[in-house]
Protein backbone atom coordinates (compact mmCIF):
# COMPACT_ATOMS: atom_id res chain seq x y z
CA UNK A 1 0.00 0.00 0.00
CA UNK A 2 1.17 3.59 -0.65
CA UNK A 3 0.66 6.65 1.11
CA UNK A 4 -1.88 8.48 0.19
CA UNK A 5 -2.34 12.50 -0.41
CA UNK A 6 -5.54 14.22 -0.77
CA UNK A 7 -5.64 17.72 -1.53
CA UNK A 8 -2.35 17.79 -0.73
CA UNK A 9 -2.19 16.56 3.08
CA UNK A 10 -2.11 13.48 4.65
CA UNK A 11 -3.90 12.68 7.53
CA UNK A 12 -4.55 9.85 9.88
CA UNK A 13 -8.72 9.74 10.63
CA UNK A 14 -10.21 6.55 11.05
CA UNK A 15 -9.73 3.40 12.76
CA UNK A 16 -11.17 0.15 11.65
CA UNK A 17 -11.28 -3.03 12.86
CA UNK A 18 -8.14 -3.66 9.51
CA UNK A 19 -7.24 -0.83 8.45
CA UNK A 20 -6.57 2.63 9.32
CA UNK A 21 -7.61 5.32 6.62
CA UNK A 22 -6.50 8.62 5.38
CA UNK A 23 -8.47 11.20 4.23
CA UNK A 24 -8.81 15.38 4.43
CA UNK A 25 -11.73 17.20 6.20
CA UNK A 26 -15.04 18.08 5.40
CA UNK A 27 -16.43 21.78 6.21
CA UNK A 28 -20.13 21.81 5.89
CA UNK A 29 -22.71 20.78 8.10
CA UNK A 30 -26.41 19.78 8.28
CA UNK A 31 -28.54 16.87 8.44
CA UNK A 32 -25.87 14.22 9.33
CA UNK A 33 -23.35 14.05 11.82
CA UNK A 34 -20.10 13.21 10.71
CA UNK A 35 -16.96 12.69 12.97
CA UNK A 36 -13.21 13.04 11.97
CA UNK A 37 -10.37 13.79 14.05
CA UNK A 38 -12.24 15.32 16.90
CA UNK A 39 -14.05 17.80 14.04
CA UNK A 40 -17.64 17.27 14.31
CA UNK A 41 -19.38 18.38 11.07
CA UNK A 42 -23.67 18.62 10.31
CA UNK A 43 -24.72 18.38 6.86
CA UNK A 44 -27.67 17.41 4.62
CA UNK A 45 -25.51 14.56 2.62
CA UNK A 46 -24.02 11.36 3.50
CA UNK A 47 -20.78 11.34 5.34
CA UNK A 48 -17.39 9.90 3.36
CA UNK A 49 -16.53 6.77 4.13
CA UNK A 50 -13.50 7.72 6.46
CA UNK A 51 -15.52 9.38 8.41
CA UNK A 52 -17.99 7.53 11.40
CA UNK A 53 -21.88 9.38 10.81
CA UNK A 54 -25.04 9.12 12.47
CA UNK A 55 -28.11 10.35 11.13
CA UNK A 56 -29.57 13.13 13.36
CA UNK A 57 -33.04 11.27 14.08
CA UNK A 58 -32.50 8.95 17.08
CA UNK A 59 -35.65 10.18 19.32
CA UNK A 60 -34.88 11.35 22.80
CA UNK A 61 -36.14 14.78 24.94
CA UNK A 62 -34.39 17.39 27.02
CA UNK A 63 -35.41 20.89 28.13
CA UNK A 64 -33.71 24.55 29.83
CA UNK A 65 -36.50 27.14 30.98
CA UNK A 66 -34.94 30.62 31.02
CA UNK A 67 -36.38 33.58 31.10
CA UNK A 68 -34.09 35.88 29.64
CA UNK A 69 -31.40 34.55 32.07
CA UNK A 70 -28.13 32.12 31.39
CA UNK A 71 -28.89 28.09 32.54
CA UNK A 72 -25.95 25.60 32.23
CA UNK A 73 -26.25 22.73 30.13
CA UNK A 74 -26.94 19.76 32.32
CA UNK A 75 -24.12 17.63 33.11
CA UNK A 76 -24.58 14.94 30.09
CA UNK A 77 -23.60 11.22 31.10
CA UNK A 78 -20.08 10.20 30.27
CA UNK A 79 -21.23 7.27 27.80
CA UNK A 80 -19.76 6.13 24.62
CA UNK A 81 -21.26 8.70 21.73
CA UNK A 82 -24.68 6.62 20.07
CA UNK A 83 -22.76 8.09 16.88
CA UNK A 84 -20.41 5.06 16.85
CA UNK A 85 -19.93 3.33 14.14
CA UNK A 86 -20.19 -0.63 13.25
CA UNK A 87 -17.78 -2.24 11.07
CA UNK A 88 -20.49 -3.44 8.92
CA UNK A 89 -22.70 0.14 8.91
CA UNK A 90 -20.13 3.05 8.47
CA UNK A 91 -21.84 5.22 6.03
CA UNK A 92 -25.29 3.51 6.30
CA UNK A 93 -27.96 5.90 6.64
CA UNK A 94 -31.35 4.88 9.01
CA UNK A 95 -34.64 6.66 8.19
CA UNK A 96 -35.94 4.83 11.64
CA UNK A 97 -37.53 7.82 13.29
CA UNK A 98 -38.03 11.34 12.73
CA UNK A 99 -36.23 14.54 14.49
CA UNK A 100 -38.11 15.49 17.19
CA UNK A 101 -39.08 14.09 20.71
CA UNK A 102 -43.33 14.45 21.97
CA UNK A 103 -44.10 16.85 24.21
CA UNK A 104 -44.64 14.92 27.42
CA UNK A 105 -47.79 15.94 29.60
CA UNK A 106 -45.29 17.10 32.28
CA UNK A 107 -44.41 19.85 30.44
CA UNK A 108 -44.91 23.57 31.20
CA UNK A 109 -44.08 26.63 29.23
CA UNK A 110 -42.55 29.47 30.38
CA UNK A 111 -44.43 32.27 28.58
CA UNK A 112 -47.91 33.09 30.46
CA UNK A 113 -50.83 35.08 28.23
CA UNK A 114 -49.23 35.12 25.04
CA UNK A 115 -51.11 37.94 23.26
CA UNK A 116 -53.69 36.44 21.07
CA UNK A 117 -52.04 38.47 18.50
CA UNK A 118 -48.62 37.31 18.11
CA UNK A 119 -47.55 35.38 15.52
CA UNK A 120 -44.98 32.44 14.85
CA UNK A 121 -42.45 32.27 12.44
CA UNK A 122 -40.17 29.40 12.34
CA UNK A 123 -36.47 29.62 11.58
CA UNK A 124 -33.49 27.78 10.79
CA UNK A 125 -29.97 28.09 8.84
CA UNK A 126 -28.74 25.80 5.97
CA UNK A 127 -25.37 25.29 6.81
CA UNK A 128 -21.85 26.74 7.99
CA UNK A 129 -22.15 29.33 10.47
CA UNK A 130 -19.22 31.22 12.44
CA UNK A 131 -17.27 28.77 14.98
CA UNK A 132 -16.48 30.87 18.21
CA UNK A 133 -13.92 29.06 19.85
CA UNK A 134 -15.34 27.42 23.05
CA UNK A 135 -18.75 24.94 23.84
CA UNK A 136 -21.92 25.67 24.94
CA UNK A 137 -22.90 22.23 25.90
CA UNK A 138 -21.37 18.59 26.06
CA UNK A 139 -21.13 17.08 22.91
CA UNK A 140 -17.85 18.11 22.05
CA UNK A 141 -18.33 20.43 19.10
CA UNK A 142 -17.90 23.86 19.12
CA UNK A 143 -20.61 26.44 19.32
CA UNK A 144 -21.67 28.58 16.25
CA UNK A 145 -23.10 31.95 16.15
CA UNK A 146 -25.76 32.64 14.00
CA UNK A 147 -27.33 36.04 13.60
CA UNK A 148 -30.88 36.51 13.49
CA UNK A 149 -32.73 40.26 12.70
CA UNK A 150 -36.25 40.31 12.98
CA UNK A 151 -38.22 43.15 11.08
CA UNK A 152 -41.84 42.59 11.81
CA UNK A 153 -43.00 46.65 13.06
CA UNK A 154 -46.15 46.67 14.44
CA UNK A 155 -46.35 43.10 15.55
CA UNK A 156 -45.47 40.31 18.86
CA UNK A 157 -43.48 38.32 17.35
CA UNK A 158 -42.98 34.51 18.90
CA UNK A 159 -39.87 32.36 17.43
CA UNK A 160 -39.07 28.85 16.76
CA UNK A 161 -35.21 28.33 16.88
CA UNK A 162 -33.72 25.27 15.66
CA UNK A 163 -30.33 23.42 14.13
CA UNK A 164 -28.72 20.88 14.51
CA UNK A 165 -25.18 21.20 15.73
CA UNK A 166 -24.84 23.83 18.93
CA UNK A 167 -25.29 27.23 17.96
CA UNK A 168 -25.96 30.80 20.21
CA UNK A 169 -28.94 32.60 17.94
CA UNK A 170 -28.04 36.42 18.51
CA UNK A 171 -31.31 38.06 17.60
CA UNK A 172 -31.55 41.50 16.90
CA UNK A 173 -34.61 43.37 15.83
CA UNK A 174 -35.76 46.56 14.21
CA UNK A 175 -37.72 49.30 16.21
CA UNK A 176 -41.84 48.79 16.62
CA UNK A 177 -41.10 44.85 16.22
CA UNK A 178 -41.70 43.02 20.09
CA UNK A 179 -40.29 39.47 20.62
CA UNK A 180 -42.69 37.68 23.10
CA UNK A 181 -42.00 34.53 23.04
CA UNK A 182 -38.48 31.89 21.59
CA UNK A 183 -38.35 28.17 21.86
CA UNK A 184 -35.06 27.39 20.66
CA UNK A 185 -34.02 23.59 20.23
CA UNK A 186 -31.74 21.21 18.37
CA UNK A 187 -29.66 17.62 18.84
CA UNK A 188 -27.24 19.82 20.72
CA UNK A 189 -27.57 22.82 22.84
CA UNK A 190 -29.18 26.37 21.28
CA UNK A 191 -29.29 28.84 23.21
CA UNK A 192 -30.32 32.55 23.19
CA UNK A 193 -28.09 35.83 23.40
CA UNK A 194 -29.39 39.57 22.76
CA UNK A 195 -32.76 39.48 24.59
CA UNK A 196 -34.30 41.15 27.22
CA UNK A 197 -34.41 39.46 30.50
CA UNK A 198 -38.33 39.51 30.32
CA UNK A 199 -38.81 38.18 27.34
CA UNK A 200 -39.21 33.97 28.21
CA UNK A 201 -37.14 31.88 26.15
CA UNK A 202 -37.28 27.79 26.20
CA UNK A 203 -33.91 26.13 25.40
CA UNK A 204 -34.32 21.84 24.38
CA UNK A 205 -32.03 20.00 23.11
CA UNK A 206 -31.84 16.16 22.25
CA UNK A 207 -28.84 15.89 24.86
CA UNK A 208 -30.48 17.24 27.70
CA UNK A 209 -33.52 15.25 28.78
CA UNK A 210 -36.80 16.88 29.93
CA UNK A 211 -40.72 17.11 29.41
CA UNK A 212 -40.56 19.34 26.71
CA UNK A 213 -39.03 17.45 24.32
CA UNK A 214 -36.50 18.72 21.45
CA UNK A 215 -37.06 19.18 17.83
CA UNK A 216 -34.66 19.33 14.80
CA UNK A 217 -34.93 21.98 11.70
CA UNK A 218 -33.32 21.15 8.58
CA UNK A 219 -34.54 21.03 5.83
CA UNK A 220 -36.88 23.35 3.85
CA UNK A 221 -40.35 21.42 5.30
CA UNK A 222 -39.50 22.19 8.65
CA UNK A 223 -40.99 18.91 10.21
CA UNK A 224 -42.83 19.15 12.67
CA UNK A 225 -42.99 23.04 13.13
CA UNK A 226 -46.99 23.43 13.23
CA UNK A 227 -47.08 20.55 15.79
CA UNK A 228 -44.84 22.40 18.05
CA UNK A 229 -46.67 25.45 17.15
CA UNK A 230 -50.00 24.62 18.01
CA UNK A 231 -48.69 23.04 21.08
CA UNK A 232 -46.06 25.39 22.32
CA UNK A 233 -48.13 28.98 21.60
CA UNK A 234 -51.69 27.86 20.62
CA UNK A 235 -51.83 28.98 17.04
CA UNK A 236 -50.20 27.42 13.67
CA UNK A 237 -46.91 28.85 12.36
CA UNK A 238 -47.38 31.92 9.81
CA UNK A 239 -44.39 30.87 7.79
CA UNK A 240 -41.16 28.86 7.88
CA UNK A 241 -37.68 31.20 7.20
CA UNK A 242 -34.51 29.27 5.72
CA UNK A 243 -32.29 31.81 6.59
CA UNK A 244 -30.51 33.97 3.92
CA UNK A 245 -27.07 35.95 4.08
CA UNK A 246 -28.78 38.98 5.99
CA UNK A 247 -30.39 36.18 8.33
CA UNK A 248 -33.75 38.44 8.30
CA UNK A 249 -36.87 37.30 9.19
CA UNK A 250 -39.20 40.28 7.36
CA UNK A 251 -37.82 42.23 4.04
CA UNK A 252 -35.26 44.58 3.32
CA UNK A 253 -35.19 47.69 3.52
CA UNK A 254 -34.78 47.69 7.38
CA UNK A 255 -36.31 50.81 8.43
CA UNK A 256 -33.71 52.05 11.03
CA UNK A 257 -31.04 50.75 13.63
CA UNK A 258 -31.59 47.55 14.50
CA UNK A 259 -32.19 47.10 18.50
CA UNK A 260 -30.67 44.00 20.93
CA UNK A 261 -29.95 43.99 24.62
CA UNK A 262 -27.05 43.00 26.65
CA UNK A 263 -28.63 41.09 29.51
CA UNK A 264 -27.50 38.06 27.84
CA UNK A 265 -24.38 38.27 25.94
CA UNK A 266 -22.48 35.74 23.54
CA UNK A 267 -19.57 34.80 25.84
CA UNK A 268 -21.86 34.14 28.68
CA UNK A 269 -23.14 31.32 27.05
CA UNK A 270 -19.79 29.60 27.08
CA UNK A 271 -20.41 26.06 29.11
CA UNK A 272 -16.96 25.32 30.86
CA UNK A 273 -17.14 21.66 31.29
CA UNK A 274 -17.88 21.34 27.49
CA UNK A 275 -14.09 22.06 27.46
CA UNK A 276 -14.12 18.14 28.77
CA UNK A 277 -15.28 16.67 25.53
CA UNK A 278 -14.42 15.83 21.91
CA UNK A 279 -13.04 18.62 20.03
CA UNK A 280 -12.76 21.00 22.70
CA UNK A 281 -11.13 18.64 24.70
CA UNK A 282 -8.54 17.83 21.81
CA UNK A 283 -7.89 21.27 21.13
CA UNK A 284 -7.33 22.26 25.13
CA UNK A 285 -4.84 19.35 25.43
CA UNK A 286 -3.01 21.03 22.77
CA UNK A 287 -3.55 24.72 24.13
CA UNK A 288 -2.13 23.12 27.37
CA UNK A 289 1.20 21.45 25.85
CA UNK A 290 0.30 18.07 26.26
CA UNK A 291 0.11 17.28 22.77
CA UNK A 292 1.23 18.73 19.61
CA UNK A 293 0.11 17.87 15.97
CA UNK A 294 2.77 15.41 14.68
CA UNK A 295 4.82 16.02 11.75
CA UNK A 296 4.60 13.63 8.68
CA UNK A 297 7.64 12.52 8.96
CA UNK A 298 6.99 11.30 12.12
CA UNK A 299 4.35 8.94 11.33
CA UNK A 300 6.23 8.07 8.12
CA UNK A 301 9.13 6.39 10.38
CA UNK A 302 6.70 4.94 12.75
CA UNK A 303 5.09 3.22 9.68
CA UNK A 304 8.35 2.16 8.34
CA UNK A 305 9.90 0.50 11.69
CA UNK A 306 6.46 -0.88 12.12
CA UNK A 307 6.92 -2.62 8.67
CA UNK A 308 10.12 -3.79 9.72
CA UNK A 309 9.44 -5.80 12.72
CA UNK A 310 6.62 -7.54 10.26
CA UNK A 311 9.38 -8.09 7.29
CA UNK A 312 7.33 -6.03 5.23
CA UNK A 313 9.30 -4.84 2.02
CA UNK A 314 9.29 -1.30 1.82
CA UNK A 315 6.86 0.80 -0.50
CA UNK A 316 8.32 2.91 -3.23
CA UNK A 317 6.75 6.26 -2.50
CA UNK A 318 7.49 9.38 -4.31
CA UNK A 319 6.22 11.93 -1.80
CA UNK A 320 8.74 10.37 0.74
CA UNK A 321 11.83 12.42 -1.11
CA UNK A 322 12.50 15.33 1.10
CA UNK A 323 10.87 13.73 4.59
CA UNK A 324 8.63 16.08 4.57
CA UNK A 325 7.87 18.39 8.51
CA UNK A 326 4.54 19.37 7.56
CA UNK A 327 2.07 19.00 10.56
CA UNK A 328 -0.69 16.50 10.07
CA UNK A 329 -3.72 16.09 12.73
CA UNK A 330 -2.30 13.23 14.74
CA UNK A 331 -1.59 13.94 18.10
CA UNK A 332 1.84 13.34 19.66
CA UNK A 333 1.66 12.95 23.31
CA UNK A 334 3.86 15.15 25.36
CA UNK A 335 3.00 14.49 29.08
CA UNK A 336 0.64 12.07 31.23
CA UNK A 337 -3.18 12.79 30.72
CA UNK A 338 -6.53 10.77 30.58
CA UNK A 339 -8.31 10.40 27.61
CA UNK A 340 -10.99 12.93 26.98
CA UNK A 341 -14.59 11.41 26.14
CA UNK A 342 -15.70 10.86 23.23
CA UNK A 343 -13.19 12.47 21.19
CA UNK A 344 -12.57 10.79 17.67
CA UNK A 345 -8.71 12.02 17.99
CA UNK A 346 -5.70 9.68 17.19
CA UNK A 347 -3.12 10.19 19.57
CA UNK A 348 0.88 8.94 18.69
CA UNK A 349 2.65 7.84 21.84
CA UNK A 350 6.60 8.66 21.53
CA UNK A 351 9.16 5.93 22.86
CA UNK A 352 9.43 6.45 26.80
CA UNK A 353 6.22 8.17 27.08
CA UNK A 354 3.25 6.20 28.86
CA UNK A 355 -0.24 6.27 27.13
CA UNK A 356 -2.76 8.50 28.02
CA UNK A 357 -4.82 6.64 30.94
CA UNK A 358 -8.52 5.89 31.30
CA UNK A 359 -10.87 4.68 28.30
CA UNK A 360 -9.65 5.10 25.21
CA UNK A 361 -13.21 5.10 23.96
CA UNK A 362 -13.26 6.06 20.12
CA UNK A 363 -9.61 7.47 20.31
CA UNK A 364 -6.91 5.95 17.74
CA UNK A 365 -3.51 5.50 19.27
CA UNK A 366 -0.08 4.72 17.66
CA UNK A 367 2.31 3.60 20.07
CA UNK A 368 6.32 3.52 19.56
CA UNK A 369 6.21 1.15 22.63
CA UNK A 370 4.65 -1.51 21.63
CA UNK A 371 5.08 -1.36 17.97
CA UNK A 372 1.27 -1.52 17.84
CA UNK A 373 -1.93 0.74 16.55
CA UNK A 374 -5.11 0.76 17.61
CA UNK A 375 -8.40 1.23 16.37
CA UNK A 376 -10.61 3.08 18.87
CA UNK A 377 -14.26 1.94 18.72
CA UNK A 378 -13.37 -1.47 17.15
CA UNK A 379 -10.98 -2.14 20.29
CA UNK A 380 -6.87 -2.96 19.94
CA UNK A 381 -6.01 -5.20 17.51
CA UNK A 382 -2.51 -5.49 18.91
CA UNK A 383 -0.77 -8.20 17.20
CA UNK A 384 -2.87 -8.26 13.79
CA UNK A 385 -0.51 -8.30 10.88
CA UNK A 386 -3.38 -5.91 8.78
CA UNK A 387 -4.07 -3.53 12.05
CA UNK A 388 -1.76 -1.21 10.75
CA UNK A 389 -0.62 -2.16 7.10
CA UNK A 390 -2.76 -0.09 5.18
CA UNK A 391 -1.04 2.78 6.55
CA UNK A 392 2.18 2.42 4.36
Known amino acids: MTHRSIRGVLVVVHFGAAALAFCAFDTDAQVYKCARQGEVKYQQEPCDAASSQSQI ?86 ANLQELVVNQPGRRIALLLSFTGPTIWHVKWTKGTEIVAVWASGHDRQAV ?32 ANEYSQKAFNRPVAQTVMLGPDNLIGSNPLP ?18 GWQFGSMALEKLEK ?41 VVLVVQKP ?31 WNTMTCCGGAYGCLEEAAKSCQSTR
Open 57 to 142: SAPDSSSGVRFGNTRPAATRALTQPDSRPSPATTGAVSNASSPQRPISADCTFPWRNLPSDATVFAATRSGGGGGLGFPIDESGGE
Open 193 to 224: AGLPRSVPILETSKNTPAPCGWFAFYVKNFPM
Open 256 to 273: GPLESSNDVTVRSLEHTA
Open 288 to 328: DGYVRKALRKELWDWQDAWAAKRDIPPVDNPQRPGQPTDRI
Open 337 to 367: FAFPKNAHGTFLVPKGMSRPTGDAGIAGIID
